[in-house]
Nanobody, 114 residues
Framework: QVQLVESGGGLVQAGGSLRLSCVASGSIFSLYVMGWYRQAPGKQRELVATITSSDSTNYADSVKGRFTISRGNAKNTVYLQMNSLKPEDTAVYYC????????WGQGTQVTVSS
């Protein structure tokens, strides 16, 4: 049973930075995609960034140049470095893994004050 645990959310002022972490436990295949999604109040969940097991990355246009997704040395950990945060980045951020099966983390709140 694969489980994802996120950490690193919080409250930050506009222009600040946060780093989110997600650790996957359990057995995952060697080929997978891990990513971050977010859901703001009253809005649908949207893609933020993804990274494949071969380190290919993809970003939403709204975060390009500000956010960086990366994997840890253990390969079961994914990070989201968020710089130059804006109030519109406020949302619950969810970690996701797709290895043929899809699993979600419980989410971590990110609040950016103006």
């Amino acid at each position: 049973q694969v489980q994802l645990v996120e950490s690193g959310g919080g409250l930050v002022q506009a222009g600040g930075s946060l780093r989110l972490s997600c650790v996957a436990s359990g057995s995952i295949f060697s080929l997978y995609v891990m990513g971050w999604y977010r859901q703001a109040p009253g809005k649908q969940r949207e893609l933020v960034a993804t990274i494949t097991s071969s380190d290919s990355t993809n970003y939403a246009d709204s975060v390009k140049g500000r956010f960086t997704i990366s994997r840890g040395n253990a390969k079961n950990t994914v990070y989201l470095q968020m710089n130059s945060l804006k109030p519109e980045d406020t949302a619950v951020y969810y970690c996701n893994i797709n290895f043929g099966l899809v699993r979600w983390g419980q989410g971590t709140q990110v609040t950016v004050s103006s």
